[in-house]
């Protein structure tokens, strides 16, 4: 079992920046890879990126990449998500999730087994 909890998000204008953080608890950390989701009002889930096990390596979906980082803290159970210059279009509930089999690349929520309750990002224009 792994239990996650988000925290962070908030209401912010355009091009400000947000750290979101998720505590993970349960089976050992360092065992699974971790994913960010978000899903805005009448929308699917999408895929915002994922995190190996080590955290050595990344994957984002293009529409964030070079603005948005995973990293994760594998001491304090914890992996962050630093959004730069957020857009509008951001705006969405994050969620994040463990992937226990994977290795840091699944993009479908399908593939993640554990999920917070997630956390509102509102950017303003």
């Known amino acids: 079992q792994v239990q996650l909890v988000e925290s962070g998000g908030g209401l912010v204008q355009a091009g400000a920046s947000l750290r979101l953080s998720c505590a993970a608890s349960g089976r050992t950390f360092s065992s699974y890879a971790m994913g960010w989701f978000r899903q805005a009002p009448g929308k699917q889930r999408e895929f915002v990126g994922a995190?190996?096990?080590?955290?050595?390596?990344?994957y984002y979906t293009d529409s964030v990449k070079g603005r948005f980082t995973i990293s994760r803290d594998n001491a304090k159970g914890t992996v962050y998500l630093q959004m730069n210059s957020l857009k509008p279009e951001d705006t969405a509930v994050y969620y994040c999730?463990?992937?226990?089999?994977?290795?840091?690349?699944?993009?479908?929520?399908?593939?993640?087994?554990?999920w917070g309750q997630g956390t509102q990002v509102t950017v303003s224009s």
């Open positions: 995190i190996s096990r080590s955290g050595g390596t990344t």
């Open positions: 999730a463990a992937d226990l089999y994977g290795f840091g690349r699944s993009t479908r929520p399908n593939d993640y087994e554990y």
